[in-house]
């Protein structure tokens, strides 16, 4: 038996929580919104209800205006009802999909044809809202990230029914992606008509790196038990450690790069181990 020791990620996070005032508002809303497609089961719904994505926006984006905290909840919808509809899915019909979201985002004024799958009218909706607020400059860089990140999960289905096991620098390659950090970084640049070259600075590509390799690695160890019993582990940092044991864990990449983000910002937090490597006190351990 294989065991692995994982960290307590928020232990000693240095930052307080702040959330937007427009919370309750905008959650009823865009909750309201959903709803209207019966895109899931009685059911799935409750079980999506209590995941609560108005919260997880408004938490990540606390000083946004709110038609753009609106665009942003809606946003969070639409990636789970995409993620729940293509987790399902071979990979042809992953990548039919896939295309369908992307022309309602290029085409939000343009009809959905009849019969079409109702993720197709989400993606519509969601963009034809927000294009009415959002700077053109964040709506072109929108674009550009959110097809990467579809055609980022076509990959990541195609790799399902192949049942590929990647290296571990092989899956951050696909993962940073098929997390969504890409677009969700845009919401920030609603309001702003930010230039390419500061947006492509090499200081925010890295910091961005480090936030996405954090995201990723904290969302796999949250998920990893509701994918194992779908049988879809293997796009998962522990279902890939699971067969390459001798790789860097998620535990100390992940606390590597927190050291990393409070250097950004001038903070300290964990301390060091005797090799030298970062390590928080409370840990739990993971049997494989």
Request: some cysteine; glycine content about 6%; charged content about 25%.
């Amino acid at each position: 038996m294989v065991k692995f020791r994982l960290p307590e990620t928020l232990e000693g996070w240095p930052w307080p929580r702040r959330i937007n005032p427009h919370y309750e508002e905008v959650k009823a809303e865009s909750a309201a919104w959903f709803r209207s497609f019966n895109a899931f089961s009685t059911k799935a719904q409750r079980a999506f209800d209590l995941c609560d994505f108005s919260l997880l926006a408004s938490l990540a984006y606390p000083t946004l205006s709110k038609e753009h905290l609106r665009t942003s909840c809606d946003m969070m919808n639409l990636f789970f009802v995409f993620d729940e509809y293509t987790d399902i899915r071979g990979p042809d019909e992953v990548e039919q999909l896939a295309n369908v979201v992307m022309d309602a985002l290029r085409n939000p004024e343009k009809e959905r044809p009849a019969g079409e799958c109702v993720v197709g009218e989400v993606a519509r909706q969601f963009w034809h809202l927000g294009v009415q607020t959002a700077s053109k400059t964040s709506q072109t860089r929108f674009l550009e990230v959110f097809d990467r990140y579809t055609k980022a999960v076509v990959d990541q289905a195609r790799d399902r029914s192949a049942a590929r096991m990647r290296t571990i620098e092989e899956y951050f390659e696909i993962r940073r992606l098929t997390i969504g950090t890409d677009p969700s970084y845009v919401p920030i640049e609603f309001a702003m008509d930010l230039p390419a070259e500061v947006y492509h600075h090499p200081t925010i590509t890295a910091l961005s790196l480090d936030v996405t390799d954090i995201i990723l690695i904290d969302n796999d160890l949250c998920s990893y038990n509701k994918e194992q019993a779908a049988g879809d582990d293997l796009h998962n940092i522990r279902g890939d450690l699971s067969g390459r044991v001798g790789e860097l864990g998620p535990g100390e990449r992940l606390l590597e790069l927190r050291e990393r983000a409070l250097l950004w910002t001038g903070g300290s937090g964990y301390t060091a181990a005797p090799n030298g490597r970062a390590h928080a006190e409370s840990c739990c351990i993971v049997d494989y």
